[in-house]
């Protein structure tokens, strides 16, 4: 009775990382109430600097007080409905972008499409790019709610752009090439790559280098590149985070066919740490993208309260400036902190500038290289040791043995009862390895002990039929 779409499974919601949220739901930690819950480490949220927002809010009460200058402005924000969005909004939200990247770049309020969130950002740009029988090429591992917002209603499909540790996850022309081919064979027309820059799950922001090799590749092969750059604003160390279109604007591209084929996403869940105000937007330099999107924003559009509120927020450039500074400090803390205390239990991550997360390197952890062991690593892992941490499958990765540990989404108590858990965790499956690695060296010896004995046995029988 229902549509295939509403029946079937693939949303991608059965995916491990999903799997996880809702295990954590049934059993989460609290420090009083259930010490022995699980900590949520799947969840790249960023609750560090919301005692900075908050303050901001109580020195501005005429914000949330729908006034302005004293005055009421309710009913004005209870009839608006244009999708275009507040003016003032939009002005707050492209200089807040241009601040992020370091004003080397400007954004054209009438070029950006308010959307709700980044994730109906996504999936519009699918809408205005490509359909059924198209792909578009993803850099792995990726965002695991990609399957989800990319390909489940629009039918396009997800081709991906296999990465490998031995670069750091860095993309290669030979990588990009393959993918290519690969859409090919599968008989998909390839309409572009989706970047997240910086990257969920790696934590890291792309070189200039990578950046001209995915430009030159999209030139060459007249396809699009969109842009993903919802953590811009959390870069807390060097490099610098360069934006996909500063790249083109430093080799002069602004005036060629390249300049309409970039869009760039970004959302304020991130660095602001207000996913749930599901405010995000589209910035294109194509017209009948800005157009179309414009249009299909009505199926998500962010309500005007929020919009007036955060043009006031937005527009306090001391306010963002301070904020931006102080996030990226406190993220950088944070990061340090999961990185030591993981340090400690004997586990690598990659290293990382951006984010709200680490991508840890726990393959000496696996009883075999395989994604199965991978999957058993992960269930006892949340089951037993009560920690959600996403695995590298659920992004996609191309190697087994890899996970996404997020670390902004709970307090400094909490991080320190997770590195406890795991450097435990850790500490068993190497002792009980040893201790297998040397009951197999006992039994070696025994045997070789039975052996030699047998061999002397044999040898003394000889001598003595000899006699
Ligand atoms: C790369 C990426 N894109 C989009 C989203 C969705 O963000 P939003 O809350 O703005 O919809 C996320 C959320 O984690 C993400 O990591």
């Not at 081709?159 to 993918?179: D, M, Q, W, Y």
Request: aromatic fraction near 10%; hydrophobic fraction near 35%; glycine fraction near 6%.
């Amino acid at each position: 009775m229902l549509s295939y779409k509403a029946s079937s499974d693939s949303h991608g919601q059965d995916s491990s990382y999903f799997i996880g949220w809702q295990e954590y739901e049934k059993n989460p930690y609290h420090q009083l109430h259930n010490p022995n819950g699980i900590v949520q480490m799947g969840l790249a949220e960023n609750q560090l600097s919301l005692d900075l927002l908050e303050s901001w809010l109580e020195n501005n009460p005429d914000s949330l007080g729908f006034k302005r200058n004293g005055e009421s402005v309710f009913r004005e924000l209870a009839l608006f409905q244009d999708y275009h969005g507040l003016p003032a909004f939009k002005n707050a939200l492209a200089e807040y972008m241009a601040e992020i990247r370091r004003n080397k770049v400007k954004f054209d309020p009438n070029k950006l499409v308010l959307t709700a969130g980044s994730t109906s950002a996504n999936e519009t740009l699918m809408f205005c790019l490509a359909e059924r029988g198209d792909a578009f090429l993803l850099p792995t591992p990726y965002y695991p709610g990609f399957d989800r917002d990319l390909k489940w209603r629009t039918e396009v499909e997800i081709v991906p752009i296999h990465c490998s540790s031995s670069n750091g996850f860095r993309i290669t022309i030979p990588a990009l090439e393959k993918a290519y081919q690969k859409a090919i064979e599968l008989d998909l027309k390839v309409k572009g790559i989706l970047i997240v820059n910086p990257s969920n799950p790696l934590g890291t922001s792309m070189t200039r280098y990578e950046l001209n090799l995915l430009i030159s590749f999209a030139m060459a092969k007249q396809v699009h590149i969109v842009s993903d750059e919802i953590f811009s604003g959390t870069v807390f160390d060097c490099p610098h985070f360069i934006s996909l279109a500063e790249a083109l604007m430093d080799r002069q591209l602004e005036n060629t066919d390249m300049w309409s084929r970039i869009h760039i996403v970004y959302s304020l869940s991130k660095d602001l740490g207000l996913p749930g105000f599901r405010v995000g937007m589209i910035y294109s330099n194509n017209e009948t993208v800005v157009s179309a999107a414009t249009k299909m924003s009505s199926f998500g559009l962010v309500s005007s309260q929020t919009q007036y509120l955060l043009s006031n927020m937005l527009s306090d450039k001391k306010f963002t400036g301070k904020y931006l500074k102080e996030n990226q400090k406190r993220l950088k803390k944070r990061k340090q902190m999961l990185v030591s205390g993981l340090h400690n239990a004997g586990i690598r991550c990659l290293k990382s500038n951006a984010g709200l997360f680490c991508w840890v390197d726990m393959r000496h952890l696996l009883s075999t290289q395989t994604f199965e062991s991978e999957k058993e690593l992960w269930k006892k892992i949340l089951g037993e040791v009560g920690l959600n941490i996403s695995p590298g499958s659920s992004c996609h990765c191309s190697e087994p043995g890899w996970f996404r540990i997020c670390f902004a989404n709970m307090s400094e108590e909490t991080l320190g009862v997770a590195m406890e858990r795991i450097k435990d965790f850790a500490e068993s499956v190497t002792s009980n390895r040893n201790r297998n690695i040397s009951t197999y060296h006992q039994m070696i010896c025994d045997q070789r002990l039975l052996f030699n004995k047998w061999v002397f046995k044999l040898s003394t029988n000889d001598r003595e039929s000899d006699r």
